[in-house]
């Protein structure tokens, strides 16, 4: 909202956003962030190369073994290597984080400033469903929407997404509201520009911003809620590795084989905190206030 | 010592603040979530399967019994003399959210057999820990049975005298009568007031006088198949007449008014039940002075209650690892025992290509009985077993020297398989889509299969769904090849329920369990089902075995045994190996010493 307080004409648009790009590359944290990030990726995409062993070969004779030399974080209640399933889980945390967060983005926000564009009905009745879908906490959104549409990887997918959209409906709406009634938007309008134009040229350049800070913290959030939704058992097939699904066998080894619960927390854990680093990092660089 | 205390309080508080997979799901309705959408999901948790009785329905577990919906359910004052001040309550963590219901003649889930069974007496009952034997109950005696003129069978039962029912709410304490037992086991043959009914069909019950109840059964029956209908077991419990009719059937279900050790004091919704003591139990006074039942589906919260002595004894976890962690604790003892469930393939021989014999062998001989043992940590919890009747448990099983004998033991043979497959023109394998149910047994015995099959190029997609989904699915016939897992009390109803053709499913006359279309045993099934000697009957059932073996429909896997953990200040009164009521079974007999 504060981003586009001022009036800001395109090119003002840029050179702000270079200024952001400064003031994150100043963020040590976000930096930090960023690498790790970079990191996850270069995981997921080249998974088979860091995996010491197959993440799906049985050997039941050594079930929950201990880590060792050769199985750094232990074997589960299949003798699989934890490592080389959490290695492999990265790819699926991943593509449900970053997959449902666009798909939801883009929705959303298609939804937001359809509504400010269009008023009226159209408005009223996207941001009812939106307040509507708001109004249940993410998880539990996310549990009914898997619930009807059974479960899977896919489908996981468009359940997060539709858990994701109104946050990206309710943040696009208001500045696009905003600013379809300035004067650069009535003039563009004036001189004959068409809607579609209007809408990619000025509105949505100037809430990309906030639109980015969402989805690098909504991306944290929606691989939360895929190890939750795996946790309960919805997830992906069996035997892909998801980091929920590893945490959830091993809570019945939680005292006797603590490995196998703790290292695909552990990913877990740093893989949020990577995405909401870098969220932080977006948002002060973008916010008007921070920047000097 | 008081650091570790204190570390598993804090990290018990831990567990039990997060919310467990049931609680999220049982919020969510809360939540106002459509019933529809969570329903399945919420039956998911309930671990029990449906019950076994063809056509018996089980109500669900929410349903809306009268005070279910109050907190607290307070049974009747307490009753004469107050208990000697050294007895204890024995406190007794279930592996379960809450009850289903109470009424006996409907109790298919763990939590509910158990109370039922130290509520309720039959007319025999299955020796306390020993479910291979049988004893006088409310009976004086086991009859012998006699054939009338015209081909019945009639069994006479003496009852008991002095016998006192609990009292209840609407009810004072009386002597039970034949008036009771007649009452209850027509109850019981009632399909709208029993999920066991069929059990009954055929059988008549008559009151002789006070204390002598006839029952007369046609067909005649061997002891095997008829003596568990009269035994403290399903729809062998008696009700009593007088409760039921006063309180009617749908108030028994969260009060129950029984003959047996320990009587209901109150029930408190998602959280215990608590029994107390019946001081004119006709075996004598209990040496508890009650029981309590306290519902955590949680094992971790289980386990921690019962190391910090808040629990005496706790239901375990399925898992072999888990008894020997028990076990190295100084003042523990982990329980294994029977009944097992057995854990059996059914191949689909209607379904190409499996349709090929030659196939369904294969994949018996990609199968590795170890790797399905080890994913439970192998014995004590799950054991081998060669025929889907389990022969450790009940007459008419192979065991495995009979299996070996009669060249149907199988074992892991890959170049056999492959040849196999490859006569049957699949040498390049093929694909199949199979559905499991997100509990544990079942998905672990799917995802080692998974990989047995995929190194004979059988690739199989996996598809985890919620518990009761899975058995509606498999009773819609999607399945190639099922995965069951199920305890049943004689040969009789597993060869019936799952390979006599009138259960195949969907196309069925009475679509059961029959989840591979078998048909080529029905005339075994039959003949032993009237076969009134022994001997012979058992004869017959192991023709039957071999014959799904050899026909490759059927495979056993294992049975996966009862695992429970207890202090050892818990005394039961008897040796544990087997029980019915999936428990170590609590009598007048178990003491705690603290």
Known sequence: MMAVARELPVAGVRERRWRGVQAFARNRTALVGLVMVALLLLIAVAAPVFAPHSPIEQSTIHRLEPPSREYPFGRDDFGRDILSRVIYGTRIALLVGLLSVALGGILGTAMGVVAAFRGGRTEAWLMRLTDVLLAFPDLITGLLILAVLGPGLWKMIIAIALTITPRFSRIAHGPALSIKRRDFVEAARAIGVGDARILFRHILPNIVGELLVLASLWTASAIRLEASLSFIGLGVRPPTPTWGQMIRDGTVHLTNAPWFSLFPGLALLLTILAFNLVGDGLRDALDPKTQA | ?594
Not at chain 2, 152 to 174: C, D, I
């Open chain 2, 1 to 594: 010592m008081k650091n570790e205390r204190a570390f598993e309080g804090w990290l018990r508080t831990l567990i039990e603040g997060r919310s467990t997979r049931r609680d999220v799901l049982r919020r969510g309705l809360l939540l106002g979530m459509g019933a529809s959408a969570v329903g399945p999901l919420l039956a998911a948790c309930q671990r029990e399967e449906p019950a076994p009785a063809p056509g018996g329905a089980t109500p669900p577990p929410e349903s809306p019994a009268p005070g279910a919906g109050t907190p607290t359910m307070t049974g009747t004052p307490e009753a004469g003399t107050p208990p000697p001040a050294e007895r204890q309550v024995l406190n007794y963590g279930a592996n379960a959210a809450d009850i289903t219901t109470l009424d006996p003649h409907f109790a298919a889930a763990t939590q509910d057999r158990n109370i039922v069974d130290m509520v309720f007496n039959a007319l025999i009952r299955y020796k306390p820990g020993d479910s291979s034997e049988f004893e006088p109950d409310l009976a004086e005696e086991i009859p012998e049975p006699e054939e009338t003129a015209d081909g019945k069978q009639v069994w006479t039962f003496t009852l008991r005298r002095g016998v006192m029912w609990h009292a209840g709410p609407q009810n004072e304490s009386y002597e039970l009568t034949a008036d009771d037992v007649v009452y209850s086991l027509q109850k019981s043959a009632n399909k709208d007031r029993s999920a066991y009914s069929a059990d009954y069909a055929g059988m008549t019950f008559e009151k002789v006088d006070d204390y002598t109840v006839r029952i007369t059964v046609d067909p005649p029956l061997s002891p095997t198949l008829f003596l568990p209908k009269v035994a403290n077991y399903n729809g062998g419990f008696i009700v009593s007449q007088r409760a039921v009719e006063a309180m009617g059937d749908e108030a028994i279900k969260t009060h129950p008014i029984g003959t047996g050790p320990f009587r209901f004091k109150s029930y408190a919704s998602k959280d215990r039940v608590e029994l107390q003591a019946n001081d004119d139990y006709f075996r004598g006074s209990p040496r508890l002075a009650g029981v309590q039942v306290r519902f955590m589906s949680d094992p971790t919260s289980r386990e921690l209650a019962l190391k910090s002595g808040e629990m005496d004894v706790v239901g375990g976890v399925a898992d072999s690892t888990w008894v020997q962690k028990i076990n190295e604790e100084p003042n523990l003892q982990a329980d294994v025992f029977g009944v097992g469930e057995v854990a059996f393939l059914n191949l689909n021989m209607a379904r190409e290509p499996l349709n090929d014999i030659r196939v369904r062998q294969a994949i018996l001989y990609a199968i590795d009985r170890e790797a399905h043992l080890a994913v439970f940590g192998g014995p004590p919890v799950a054991e081998s077993v060669f025929s889907v009747v389990p022969a450790q448990f009940m007459p008419g099983g192979l065991t495995q020297e009979e299996a070996e004998q009669a060249g149907v033991a199988y074992g892991r043979d890959l170049d056999r398989a492959r040849q196999l497959l490859a006569e049957a023109g699949l040498g390049d394998g093929f694909s199949l889509t199979l559905v499991t149910s997100e509990m544990d047994a079942y998905r672990k015995n799917y995802e080692v299969l998974q990989e047995e099959l995929r190194e004979i190029g059988i690739t199989v997609e996996l598809d985890v769904v919620d518990h009761s989904t899975m058995h509606r699915l498999i009773r819609e016939d999607v399945n190639p090849i099922v995965i069951y897992i199920a305890f049943r009390p004689n040969a009789d109803v597993y060869l019936t329920q799952f390979f006599h053709s009138d259960s195949i499913v969907v196309t069925g006359p009475r679509p059961n369990t029959n989840f591979s279309h078998y048909n080529q045993i029905d005339d075994l099934i039959e003949q032993a089902r009237v076969e009134t000697d022994p001997e012979r009957q058992e004869e017959l059932w192991k023709q039957a075995n071999i014959k799904i073996l050899q026909d490759a429909v059927g495979f056993p896997l294992h049975y996966i045994n009862q695992v429970y953990g207890r202090s050892k200040a818990v005394d039961y009164g008897h040796e544990v190996k087997s029980s019915l009521a999936l428990y170590p079974g609590f009598t007048e007999q178990t003491t705690v010493q603290r």
